[in-house]
């Protein structure tokens, strides 16, 4: 089945301590991308990948690292968690060019 | 940045009745997609209405686009009580990279 899949689907952390949020497509996509909804914000994009060993800023993304050394993957890095990084957290992929985006079905973190 | 607003926030519907949703955008658009999001679920593509369309129907769903005033509605005709979700339009305003940006979203009631 093709899926975008995130791992955990829940997290609760502290402060300060360092964690990745995984994210892996079946699809071959070179398009990739984390974002972030809040209440209130919507959908906000943190970082993008266009293809393997490429990656660019979305428009929130202090806070947050990235790699994309496989195509199929493209972890969320956070190095320091702090309280205001809980949100739900979405990665998506596509097959680039400009095509519809495919959804992970989210990881709802929670900083203390 | 925030590009797409959808309008209403909110909307409650009987189950039959149309439900129709508006979104509009700032800047000039290569796409406009819209999106459904089943409570805190991952987002789900429903139509890619290009730049140079007017209109594109896929089942009960009728997308319009107006680039003149920068607008875009989604119509759900005969809604069933299923078709409770979140609807978000996206636009794709990027010239060179791929940068896909969501409005808040409708959130929409279907009362059986």
């Known amino acids: 089945e093709a899926q975008v899949t995130q791992n955990p689907r829940y997290l609760i952390t502290v402060t300060g301590k360092k964690l990745t949020v995984t994210c892996s497509q079946n699809?071959?996509?070179?398009?990739m991308s984390w974002y972030r909804q809040d209440p209130g914000l919507g959908l906000r994009q943190i970082y993008y990948?266009?293809?393997?060993?490429?990656?660019d800023k979305g428009d929130v993304p202090e806070g947050y690292k990235v790699s994309r050394k496989e195509k199929r993957n493209f972890p969320l890095i956070l190095e320091s968690p702090s309280p205001n990084q809980t949100s739900l957290y979405f990665c998506?992929?596509?097959?680039?060019?400009?095509?519809?985006?495919?959804f992970g079905n989210g990881t709802r973190l929670t900083v203390t | 940045s925030q590009q797409g607003e959808e309008d209403p926030q909110a909307l409650s519907i009987q189950e039959g009745e149309n439900a129709t949703m508006n979104c509009s955008y700032k800047?000039?658009?290569?796409?406009l997609q819209w999106y459904r999001q089943n409570s805190g679920r991952g987002l789900v593509h429903l139509i890619l209405?290009?730049?140079?369309?007017r209109e594109k129907h896929s089942g009960r769903l009728r997308v319009t686009l107006d680039t003149s005033k920068k607008s875009s509605s989604l119509l759900i005709t005969a809604s069933r009580a299923a078709d409770t979700a979140s609807y978000f339009c996206?636009?794709?305003?990027?010239?060179?990279?791929?940068?896909?940006?969501f409005g808040k979203g409708t959130k929409l009631s279907v009362i059986p």
């Open positions: 998506a992929s596509s097959l680039g060019g400009r095509s519809p985006l495919h």
């Open positions: 699809m071959n996509h070179e398009y």
């Open positions: 990948s266009m293809n393997v060993e490429v990656t």
């Open positions: 800047t000039s658009i290569n796409n």
């Open positions: 209405i290009r730049s140079n369309e």
């Open positions: 996206a636009t794709d305003s990027g010239a060179g990279s791929y940068q896909l940006t």
